[in-house]
């Protein structure tokens, strides 16, 4: 048959080739489709320490991932003009000097100058932070001088009294000379002018300086060494890494006098919208368990203030906006530890990878990065990383290790009830449902997610039949009727996913259970029972102030799981309080993954005095520190596994037995012993990987995919870049005393107005001749504020240079945007006598031009007018996020030809097309 009309002919090939390609097209799309747990297979992880090599590795594709932070100027532009890399950067990694406070004498009879407090506070003034941050880290980081972050909210909270503090620490080093020669003098010591020395009973005041040497601390270690020296102090330096060094500064007894000081670093893993808690994590025995925490004695004062901050114990901004402000200044006439520099580290990576990063941890402080981790464009293959340590302390998830080097693995075999966002420090669920946050009226507290709901209450009772402690002698769960708590600040209801006790399970093949919650409730107040045979005196502080603000547990439903939780802890976001409620029975313990009978046999082992889950109860016990991945432990842990099975043990048999049927306890001890006998370890999680091998003398650890991993790989890819606010400020080249005036800024994001409804604030702080003027700038429109000052504010000015900081906090990522402006303050003008007005014509009114008519649009011969109507449906890319229909109804006149009904049906065949290939793909 012969086609004689040239569209026809057009329109049916058209329909061919679109029939042809749509299925290939539809059914291809699935090469890269989400496999259920991680993107890839295997993750190795092998050490080294030298970032330069690790950068050569990258390029020679020996490694694919670097798990620390490029802080080397040079090295950065190598890795910026290697077309097979990329880098990323981020705000969380903080360098400072930690001083050892006992004494003033040692054991050994040898002085300590750091156990007074006026010491270590005139150390500030001896240190030039400013040389730190621009000669030695080469301006890849700024000084810091307090407990709060500079890329934190908290900081632009509290920017007025962080320039006083920075303003009187500045770098002074006659000043601090004269305070600590002062009390030199009163502790004994004498000064030999001829050799600028200090003795101490006959011999020189020498101090152990502990220098880490993997990244810039070794310069800022032999900086601060010589400073010292020109003290007159003699500095015995002491060269390692973190597994060298750490078993001196953090776990050996400060009083045996090992060391003095140390070169300290840190890393803030999420983007921390609160920090009142640094206070008493830094300064306090409430921070940690360890022998160098439990020898801080703070100021009663300082101490108090840091209490009430880590328990939350303030009612109203206001208060709490005082208690930080002392805090900060009282941290500093404690100074158990001076802040250094806070750093802008680089993360690198091969181009073809993808990872999710965090803007204050990077790629190792991320918690998403096991859930993100891929190869563009297909799925599978092995991904080997370079860190610059692991295995530097014992895993155990109640009292392990630590250090993010070995955390950051951890965390890939371990599951959280909730996940952080990497660009704002809010939680999103993961194995919860949703989450009803109530609160007491008054309550500074809002929330920005809708999988929390928030409420506010005059009153929250709590239930007489709620838990709220444990007794080990009773062997029973304490009421808060018993206890005699009847009223809590908060309350919030948790439901976790449906499936959670069915689709959720163990590395080992254990399911998911509810006796792996009631363990941890034992277990968080059984460590402190005095009676209890896993009784840990170093645990105390932490229990006791959790006691302080929790206030009550209860179990609503078993299955579906729902809770109820009490407490007087609270934060200025409802996601951060369901945050608390949802992860603090959840298995996942401070340290890692934890299920029940994991933590079976570990009991066993401290209750009969062979192992020791915390480094401070194994040196008292004069035992190993219990490690479930290697060592010597592993041996007493298989003997203890034997006994449970023999046993059939349910540890707190009289409560746990409750909630355990004889067929789980009999199935989980032998899914333990496969386990072990196949991996040789006893580290069992329930995360998107799963310890495979581990090799502690080479350094290797390899991760495996769990495919039994309830989740997709695909429910974390909603994270693109983060919108790092850009700020402009745009002064007058000068400003008279006692005159108006205004200074404008522009908030950006890649050139587009950043959306007012997206800011927090943006706060400035005025600094000229007389002093500090603050003040919250007016928003004028998208991504335009201003500061207005009047006459009244102008004449509180003092003629000379000034600048002008502004600070802006975003409300889509936590890291605060600072900029800065410069000009002059002048006096007030003279007045000049006024001439006599003259009188001025008036204008001729010019005639208003007239309105241009509209254009009709001009009909098309041969045409048809239609109108459609548009039904859209906007969805969260958020897996767990409902989706909300909206109807946008349109009419729309379209004009139609020949040639547009030939394109309408071909879209209309092509979606066919795609139909026919999803089945293809779907068979």
């Known amino acids: 048959m012969i086609f004689k009309n040239q569209k026809l002919i057009s329109l049916t090939m058209l329909i061919i080739l679109v029939l042809s390609i749509s299925p290939l097209l539809i059914a291809g799309s699935s090469a890269q489709q989400a496999p259920r747990g991680p993107w890839v297979d295997e993750v190795v992880f092998i050490v080294e320490s030298d970032a330069s090599k690790a950068v050569d590795m990258m390029i020679k594709n020996e490694i694919q991932v670097y798990f620390d932070d490029i802080g080397d100027v040079t090295l950065f532009q190598k890795v910026k003009a290697s077309p097979e890399l990329k880098y990323v950067r981020s705000f969380g990694l903080y360098y400072d000097l930690t001083f050892n406070p006992s004494g003033p004498e040692f054991k050994n009879g040898k002085l300590n100058p750091f156990a007074v407090p006026r010491i270590r506070e005139a150390m500030n003034y001896i240190v030039d932070r400013d040389y730190i941050a621009n000669e030695i880290m080469g301006g890849l980081a700024v000084p810091r001088y307090t407990a709060l972050a500079p890329s934190f909210p908290d900081y632009g909270r509290y920017a007025d009294v962080i320039y ?78 973190s597994r060298d060094l750490a078993p001196i500064w953090i776990a050996s007894d400060p009083a045996e006098g090992q060391w003095h000081l ?434 502690p003398t080479a350094k290797i650890v390899v991760l495996k995919a769990y495919r039994e991993y309830p989740f997709t790989a695909d429910k974390w890819l909603m994270f693109s870049e983060p919108m790092i606010a850009e700020v402009k400020v745009s002064p007058p080249p000068s400003i008279a005393i006692g005159t108006s005036a205004s200074i404008d800024i522009t908030v950006t994001f890649k050139g587009q107005p950043y959306k007012l409804e997206d800011i927090s604030f943006v706060k400035y702080m005025l600094v000229h001749p007389g002093g500090v003027i603050t003040g919250t700038a007016t928003p004028v429109k998208d991504g335009v504020f201003t500061i207005t000052l009047g006459p009244e504010d102008t004449a509180k000015l003092q003629p000379g240079p000034a600048e002008v900081t502004v600070i802006v906090v975003s409300k889509l990522v936590g890291i605060p945007s600072i900029a800065k402006g410069t000009f002059i303050i002048t006096k007030a003008p003279t007045p000049s006598p006024s001439p006599s007005p003259s009188p001025s014509p008036s204008p001729s009114p010019s005639p208003s031009p007239s309105p241009s008519p509209s254009p009709s649009p001009t009909p098309v011969p041969g045409a048809t007018t239609i109108t459609i109507t548009t039904t859209v449906v906007s969805t969260s890319t958020m897996a767990t996020t409902v989706t909300v229909p909206t109807t946008v109804t349109t009419s729309t006149t379209v004009t139609v030809t020949e040639w547009t009904t030939t394109i309408i049906l071909a879209v209309v065949l092509l979606i066919i097309g795609f139909a026919i290939g999803y089945f293809i793909k779907r068979r």
């Open 164 to 241: 006083q503090i920075e303003t009187e620490y500045s770098y002074n080093f006659e000043k601090g000379k004269q305070i600590i020669f002062e009390e030199m003098k009163k502790l004994g010591a004498v000064f030999n002018e001829a050799e600028n020395k200090w003795y101490y009973k006959g011999e020189p005041v020498t101090i152990i300086f502990l220098i880490r040497t993997e990244d810039a601390r070794r310069q800022i270690g032999d900086y601060a060494a010589s400073q010292l020296e020109k003290l007159g102090f003699t500095v015995e330096r002491k060269y390692g890494r």
């Open 262 to 695: 140390y070169t300290g670093g840190w890393i803030t893993t999420i983007v921390s919208r609160d920090e009142a808690d640094n206070f008493g994590y830094f300064y306090t025995p409430l921070g940690r368990t360890d022998p160098l925490w439990q020898a801080y004695k703070p100021d009663p004062e300082f101490y108090e203030v840091a209490k009430a901050l880590w328990m939350r114990n303030f009612k109203s901004i206001e208060e709490r906006d005082e208690l930080m402000r002392k805090a900060l200044i009282l941290s500093m006439k404690d100074s158990v530890r001076i802040w250094l520099v806070h750093l802008t580290t680089i993360w690198v990576s091969r181009k073809e990878i993808s990872l999710a990063y965090d803007l204050a941890g990077g790629f190792s402080g991320s918690r998403l990065w096991p859930h993100t981790l891929r190869y563009e464009g297909r799925v599978g293959g092995s991904v080997k990383i370079a860190i610059p340590d692991i295995l530097t302390q014992p895993w155990n998830p109640i009292a392990g290790t630590n250090w993010i080097f070995d955390q950051t693995i951890i965390r890939a075999t371990g599951e959280y009830a909730v996940m952080p966002d990497p660009y704002t420090g809010l939680y999103w669920p993961s194995t919860v449902k949703k989450a009803e946050v109530t609160v007491k009226t008054g309550l500074p507290v809002t929330k920005t997610l809708n999988w929390v709901d928030l409420k506010f209450a005059d009153e929250i009772k709590v239930p007489s039949d709620a838990w709220c402690d444990w007794n080990y002698t009773a062997m029973k769960i304490v009421t808060c009727g018993e206890k005699g708590i009847t009223n809590a600040t908060t309350k919030v209801v948790v439901y976790y996913q449906d499936d959670l006790f069915r689709n959720v399970k163990w590395h080992d093949g254990s399911t998911f259970s509810i006796a792996d919650f009631i363990m941890k409730y034992i277990l968080s107040f059984d460590v402190a029972d005095p009676n209890s045979p896993i009784y840990d005196e170093s645990q105390v502080p932490s229990v006791e102030a959790f006691r302080e603000t929790f206030r009550g547990f209860r179990i609503v439903s078993q299955d579906p799981l729902v809770i109820e939780y009490y407490t007087d802890t609270w934060y200025m976001d409802a996601e951060w309080i369901a945050e608390v409620a949802a992860d603090a029975f959840y298995p996942n313990y401070a340290y890692g993954p934890g299920p029940w009978h994991v933590l079976a046999i570990g009991w066993l082992a401290e209750a009969e005095k062979q192992l020791a889950f915390s480094s401070d109860k194994a040196d008292a016990l004069k035992v190993e520190w219990m490690n479930m991945i290697a060592g010597p432990s592993l041996d007493i842990l298989a003997s203890m596994l034997d006994r449970a099975i023999s046993e059939k043990f349910i540890p707190y048999k009289e409560v746990l037995g409750k909630y355990l049927s004889e067929q789980e306890v009999v199935t989980r001890y032998q899914n333990l012993k496969k386990w072990y006998s196949e991996k040789g370890h006893f580290w069992v999680g329930n995360g998107p990987f799963y310890l495979d091998k581990v090799d």
